[in-house]
């Protein structure tokens, strides 16, 4: 099914949909609120004050512009007879706290200010996106609940201590599968039930209408930095762009301010864990089909009774069984590719990353770098390819040690 | 649209001059067995309309006590299929009371639309509460439902203002039900006043019947609010007994026992 689209930029409609995804599926109770948050987050975009607030803080306190980052030694490892094509990274892993998902808590959390929400409340899974929440809330001084499932709290101690030690409380969840999907729904549980004084930061460009939207325009700064950059470095923009896909946040960053450059061909790259073929994996796009849940319409995996699967991935900030809505639209429309690296191709990438280039990347971008790996030997030589590198690996060199069979 | 069991059932209620009791259970809970049997007795026990959950894995409006009863019902391998199967049953026993699926949309979605609704109705369902489809999102379900001459009972919360209630009533049909908390099931209760209030509020925009539900657990509390409202939905303090101990017959017959402690207490309400 392929639409003709004139422009790829201007989704959502006013009602929150891209194509028949998006939307706002969500309790009567909430409802008021989401449209409370869309009109406030609509005067905000228009407010020069709020995107000067944006930017201070983005350059002093996140430390943006992310640098554009050649990379030299991995452009060697492809080349053929010297010639190949040329890796770029973009450099998100350098932010405060080690990853994009501070862009998107910045944003919200001087939204929530402005709205005068005095209390906060988030999902994590892997607890990347949880930090960042709470080191935003510290910053502004506002009250914060972190949603974990239980299973992620006891894999990823090291982030729970850190939002402790920034003031949130964690709360473990034990409904369900215990994982992300569930921490969302409790995080929507308490939000029904404490609609009057709390605001929701969701982590990714999912959820109903305005979040998927929001969260995009918060992490678009990824890709209106890298655009800039790529320009003065190389003269031109990049022939490809590839970055990796759980819910889609730093994905959609990178790549919405370049949907309607034709010329540059995207990847997204999805979680397939122990292989597609399996059914242990995380790739809602490639190994799902549409349905509804918290709040949008988009791929998800599920049963042939509708019900949720769990999703699996060696990359817990991957692991979530749906992906935002734009991303389904954009597989719909064939404007992004999708595809999918394994838990093993990951962990390759995650490797060659650290002893070729004295980065060690989160395993999430080593999903990205995987499908860069495996498709540097078709690429033409002086074929520019931009990866997103969004996350640092620090929080990952337990669980790799332990794939790896060393015991730290 | 024309009428409906709904419409008759709140119809005699209203002659009768007494309010009515709405029972919640999720379909399949603890296991299929049970829950046929658990629903073929519920109108003798004083269940004078039925509803069924239909379970998910993410219900995300409702508490623990719920959350448990659908991973009771899936885990007794419980399917869309199955439901409506089990209201096909208990329709050839009893062709008056009214049967209301409730749940999320996604089991639906997957079914596919028409297919759900065609089947929902020659099974014998009556009406459909969706909690995930908001008036904003009439056009997946809501509207189809009501061409096929199902009821599309929506839920009005205390954060649906003035402002917002006529866009919330007016695809509503069969009654309206008011979640008289804003929160998740089976958890906190409203005042008898605020209740009240709130009904006399609804009353002022709709001519429909109103249902009130949420954290109304003992006789006293349906009591309170059978004084007010056209009906009291129990949920949460029958499916708690479903997760108790003993056997699966022996923990419907602690339900069956409440539902007619409440009964009582509705029927008696405005004596």
Same mark, same amino acid.
């Given at each position: 099914?392929t639409?003709?689209?004139?422009?790829?930029?201007?989704?959502p409609?006013?009602r929150?949909?891209?194509?028949?995804?998006?939307?706002?599926?969500?309790?009567?109770?909430?409802?008021?609120l989401?449209l409370?948050?869309?009109?406030?987050?609509?005067a905000?975009?228009a407010?020069?004050?709020f995107?000067?607030?944006?930017?201070?803080?983005?350059?002093?306190?996140?430390?943006?512009?992310?640098?554009?980052?050649?990379?030299?030694?991995?452009?060697a490892?492809f080349?053929?007879?010297?010639?190949?094509p040329?890796?770029?990274f973009?450099?998100?892993?350098?932010?405060?706290t080690?990853?994009?998902?501070?862009?998107?808590?910045l944003?919200q959390?001087?939204?929530a200010?402005?709205?005068?929400?005095?209390?906060i409340?988030?999902?994590?899974g892997?607890?990347?996106?949880?930090?960042a929440?709470?080191?935003?809330c510290?910053?502004?001084?506002l009250?914060?609940?972190?949603?974990?499932?239980a299973?992620?709290?006891?894999?990823?101690?090291?982030?729970?201590?850190?939002?402790?030690?920034?003031?949130?409380e964690?709360?473990?969840?034990?409904?369900?599968?215990?994982?992300?999907?569930d921490?969302?729904?409790?995080?929507?549980?308490?939000?029904?039930?404490?609609?009057e004084?709390?605001?929701?930061?969701?982590?990714?460009?999912?959820?109903?209408?305005?979040?998927?939207?929001?969260?995009?325009?918060?992490?678009?700064v990824?890709?209106?930095e890298?655009?800039?950059?790529?320009?003065e470095? &190389? !003269?031109?923009? #990049?022939?490809?762009?590839? %970055?990796?896909?759980?819910?889609?946040?730093?994905? +959609?960053?990178?790549?919405? =301010?370049?949907?309607?450059?034709?010329?540059?061909?995207?990847?997204g790259?999805?979680a397939?864990?122990?292989?597609?073929?399996?059914?242990?994996?995380?790739?809602?796009?490639?190994?799902?089909?549409?349905?509804?849940?918290?709040?949008?319409?988009?791929?998800?995996l599920?049963?042939?009774?509708?019900?949720?699967?769990?999703?699996h991935?060696?990359?817990?900030?991957?692991?979530?069984?749906?992906i935002?809505?734009?991303?389904?639209?954009?597989?719909?429309?064939?404007?992004?590719?999708?595809?999918?690296?394994?838990d093993?191709e990951?962990l390759e990438?995650?490797q060659?990353?650290?002893?070729? &280039? !004295?980065i060690? #990347?989160a395993?999430e971008? %080593?999903?990205?770098l995987?499908?860069?790996?495996? +498709?540097?030997?078709?690429? =033409?030589?002086?074929?520019?390819?931009?990866?997103?590198?969004?996350?640092?690996g620090?929080?990952?060199v337990?669980?790799?040690?332990?794939?790896?069979?060393?015991?730290? | 649209?024309?009428?409906?069991?709904?419409?008759?059932?709140?119809?005699?209620?209203?002659?009768?001059?007494?309010?009515?009791?709405?029972?919640?259970?999720?379909?399949?809970?603890?296991d299929?067995?049970?829950?046929?049997?658990?629903?073929?007795?519920?109108?003798?026990?004083?269940?004078?309309i039925?509803?069924?959950?239909?379970?998910?894995?993410?219900?995300?409006?409702?508490?623990?006590?719920?959350?448990?009863g659908?991973?009771?019902?899936?885990?007794?391998?419980?399917?869309l299929?199955?439901?409506?199967d089990m209201?096909?049953?208990f329709?050839?026993?009893?062709?008056?009371?009214?049967?209301?699926?409730?749940?999320?949309?996604?089991?639906?979605?997957?079914?596919?639309?028409?297919?759900?609704?065609?089947?929902a109705?020659?099974?014998?369902?009556?009406?459909?509460?969706?909690?995930?489809?908001?008036?904003?999102?009439?056009g997946?379900?809501?509207?189809?439902?009501?061409?096929?001459?199902?009821?599309?009972?929506?839920?009005?919360?205390?954060?649906?203002?003035?402002?917002?209630?006529?866009?919330v009533?007016?695809?509503?049909?069969?009654f309206?039900?008011?979640?008289s908390?804003?929160?998740?099931?089976g958890?906190?209760?409203?005042?008898?006043?605020?209740?009240?209030?709130?009904?006399?509020?609804?009353?002022?925009?709709?001519t429909?019947?109103?249902?009130?539900?949420?954290?109304?657990?003992?006789?006293?509390?349906?009591?309170?609010?059978?004084?007010?409202?056209?009906?009291?939905?129990?949920?949460?303090?029958?499916v708690?007994?479903?997760g108790?101990?003993g056997?699966?017959?022996?923990r419907?017959?602690?339900?069956l026992?409440?539902?007619?402690?409440?009964?009582?207490?509705?029927?008696?309400?405005?004596?």
């Amino acid at each position: 099914m392929t639409e003709i689209v004139n422009s790829f930029r201007t989704g959502p409609d006013e009602r929150g949909h891209f194509g028949i995804f998006g939307g706002r599926y969500v309790a009567e109770t909430l409802m008021p609120l989401i449209l409370e948050v869309e009109k406030a987050y609509a005067a905000a975009k228009a407010d020069p004050e709020f995107q000067r607030e944006f930017d201070y803080y983005a350059r002093h306190y996140i430390g943006r512009p992310s640098p554009l980052y050649f990379a030299e030694r991995l452009t060697a490892h492809f080349a053929r007879n010297g010639k190949g094509p040329k890796l770029y990274f973009k450099r998100d892993e350098l932010n405060h706290t080690g990853s994009h998902k501070i862009n998107n808590c910045l944003g919200q959390a001087l939204l929530a200010r402005r709205m005068g929400k005095p209390r906060i409340i988030a999902e994590t899974g892997a607890g990347q996106h949880g930090v960042a929440v709470a080191t935003v809330c510290a910053l502004f001084n506002l009250p914060c609940t972190v949603y974990m499932g239980a299973v992620d709290v006891a894999r990823q101690a090291p982030n729970v201590f850190r939002m402790k030690l920034l003031g949130a409380e964690v709360r473990p969840v034990t409904s369900g599968s215990s994982t992300l999907k569930d921490a969302m729904n409790e995080a929507l549980r308490d939000w029904v039930a404490n609609v009057e004084d709390t605001y929701y930061i969701i982590g990714t460009v999912a959820g109903p209408h305005p979040y998927p939207a929001m969260v995009r325009d918060f992490q678009s700064v990824i890709g209106n930095e890298a655009r800039a950059q790529m320009l003065e470095a &190389e !003269g031109r923009l #990049p022939d490809s762009l590839v %970055a990796c896909i759980g819910g889609g946040s730093n994905a +959609m960053g990178l790549f919405h =301010p370049f949907l309607d450059d034709r010329e540059v061909a995207i990847y997204g790259v999805e979680a397939a864990g122990l292989g597609i073929e399996t059914g242990k994996h995380a790739a809602s796009l490639t190994g799902g089909e549409p349905g509804v849940l918290h709040g949008n319409r988009t791929y998800l995996l599920q049963d042939e009774d509708g019900q949720i699967i769990e999703a699996h991935s060696i990359s817990a900030g991957l692991d979530y069984p749906g992906i935002g809505p734009e991303h389904a639209w954009l597989k719909e429309t064939g404007r992004v590719t999708y595809v999918s690296a394994t838990d093993d191709e990951a962990l390759e990438a995650f490797q060659l990353c650290a002893r070729l &280039e !004295g980065i060690i #990347p989160a395993l999430e971008p %080593a999903h990205a770098l995987a499908h860069v790996i495996r +498709m540097a030997p078709t690429l =033409p030589d002086g074929h520019i390819v931009l990866m997103n590198m969004c996350g640092r690996g620090d929080k990952d060199v337990f669980s790799v040690a332990e794939r790896l069979g060393v015991t730290l | 649209m024309t009428e409906t069991r709904i419409d008759r059932r709140f119809a005699a209620l209203a002659a009768e001059g007494r309010a009515g009791l709405i029972t919640f259970v999720t379909a399949g809970d603890p296991d299929l067995d049970t829950s046929a049997r658990i629903l073929a007795e519920l109108p003798a026990a004083g269940a004078d309309i039925i509803e069924l959950g239909m379970p998910f894995t993410d219900p995300m409006a409702d508490g623990p006590v719920i959350q448990a009863g659908n991973q009771r019902a899936l885990a007794a391998g419980t399917t869309l299929p199955k439901i409506l199967d089990m209201v096909r049953r208990f329709r050839e026993q009893d062709g008056e009371t009214p049967i209301v699926l409730m749940g999320y949309y996604n089991p639906i979605h997957k079914y596919r639309v028409p297919r759900f609704l065609a089947d929902a109705k020659a099974a014998g369902v009556d009406g459909l509460i969706v909690v995930d489809l908001p008036p904003e999102e009439d056009g997946e379900l809501c509207e189809p439902a009501l061409a096929a001459g199902l009821n599309f009972i929506r839920l009005a919360t205390p954060t649906t203002d003035d402002r917002r209630l006529p866009a919330v009533l007016r695809n509503t049909s069969g009654f309206v039900y008011y979640v008289s908390v804003a929160g998740i099931t089976g958890t906190k209760s409203a005042t008898a006043e605020a209740t009240r209030d709130a009904v006399a509020r609804l009353k002022r925009h709709t001519t429909l019947p109103v249902g009130v539900g949420f954290g109304i657990k003992t006789a006293e509390q349906a009591a309170a609010v059978a004084r007010h409202a056209d009906a009291a939905v129990v949920g949460s303090a029958l499916v708690g007994l479903l997760g108790g101990a003993g056997t699966a017959d022996e923990r419907a017959d602690r339900l069956l026992g409440l539902v007619r402690e409440l009964s009582r207490a509705v029927k008696e309400a405005r004596r």
